[in-house]
């Protein structure tokens, strides 16, 4: 078979139309976080730029580096990409897009924690204060931990899935896409390094899942008793935008996430589920990056005044809060 081998033009026509407007949206995001002044965003801003390159690299990295071509039943994908063209291989690429998604979600915790430190006063004094250093912390050790562990045991992991497809080459003979070097077969618990990686995702998602809830809600209740009125608008709203990328990406990348777990258990009969998850995974960073500018008043103020949608007072005003 020809491993390079596109995937179906309809996945192809729904990852990269997207370009046509998630393009212009990152522009505009970074636009004005590069250029904006205001107080508030003395330090945040440093957050959200890291953000949004992130979002922007990843969905770069889908659509021209990785271009996935999903191999149903069996949970494989063969990487027909840039990267596979250049000469790299489908482990390095596969725990390269594992390790994105990692740091992915250390990015949300640590917004978190910058915002939690940001809105309550005296936050040090708060017992809650150490459920989230635990999780920040926790996401960083994992995100640093994955990242020296699939470099350390590159020449075991790469044993282990020769022989994972060996093995099951002999099961499927039709398999034929198991022979090519772009082929990525993933066999959970099969051996210490893809147990390893299965068990610290899992946990660090359920972590991120329980905490940002919790995070919330205690901001919300202690806000008001640690700031002046200003100020708490503007902590109140810089919270809502940031709750709301945090349940973007807990739908666009938690339920893509929770249907290939369920795959690497299980597989998959229908590929069209499959390449719609990795719709999902693509578009999450223009959605998240799109409810920036929207539900962020001040980068919306900046945004419509340098364009001259809105008076410039009516900017500056705004800065003051």
């Not at 489908?90 to 910058?114: D, K």
């Not at 082929?183 to 899992?202: G, H, Q």
Request: charged share 15%; glycine share 2%.
């Amino acid at each position: 078979m020809d491993c390079l081998e596109p995937s179906p033009l309809i996945f192809r026509i729904f990852t990269h139309s997207i370009h046509f407007v998630s393009l212009p949206t990152y522009f505009l995001a970074l636009f004005s976080l590069f250029f904006i002044k205001s107080k508030v965003f003395v330090t945040y801003r440093y957050f959200l730029l890291w953000h949004v390159f992130e979002n922007l690299f990843f969905e770069m990295h889908s659509d021209f580096l990785l271009a996935p071509a999903i191999q149903p039943p069996l949970c494989a994908i063969r990487t027909t990409g840039i990267l596979t063209q250049l000469g790299m291989s489908s482990l390095v690429q596969f725990y390269w897009i594992a390790l994105v998604m990692q740091y992915t979600a250390t990015s949300v915790s640590e917004m978190f924690y910058f915002r939690y430190k940001a809105s309550i006063l005296n936050y040090k004094t708060y017992r809650f204060t150490y459920f989230i250093k635990f999780t920040v912390y926790f996401t960083r050790c994992i995100s640093i931990f994955d990242t020296f562990f699939v470099i350390l045991t590159s020449h075991d992991a790469h044993r282990f899935q020769e022989e994972h497809k060996a093995t099951f080459l002999k099961q499927n003979p039709s398999a034929h896409f198991l022979t090519c070097e772009n082929s990525y077969l993933f066999v959970p618990f099969s051996d210490y390094v893809s147990t390893s990686i299965m068990i610290l995702w899992i946990a660090e998602c359920v972590i991120i899942f329980l905490s940002v809830p919790g995070i919330t809600i205690f901001i919300n209740l202690k806000i008001s008793k640690s700031t002046s009125k200003n100020t708490w608008k503007v902590q109140k709203q810089l919270l809502k935008s940031l709750v709301i990328q945090a349940l973007i990406h807990s739908f666009t990348m938690g339920l893509p996430n929770l249907m290939f777990t369920y795959g690497f258990f299980f597989g998959y009969a229908s590929e069209t589920i499959a390449y719609g998850a990795f719709v999902f995974i693509t578009y999450h960073g223009f959605v998240s990056t799109f409810a920036l500018i929207a539900f962020t008043k001040p980068i919306r103020d900046y945004l419509q005044s340098t364009f001259n949608i809105k008076k410039r007072a009516t900017h500056r005003a705004s800065m003051t809060f």
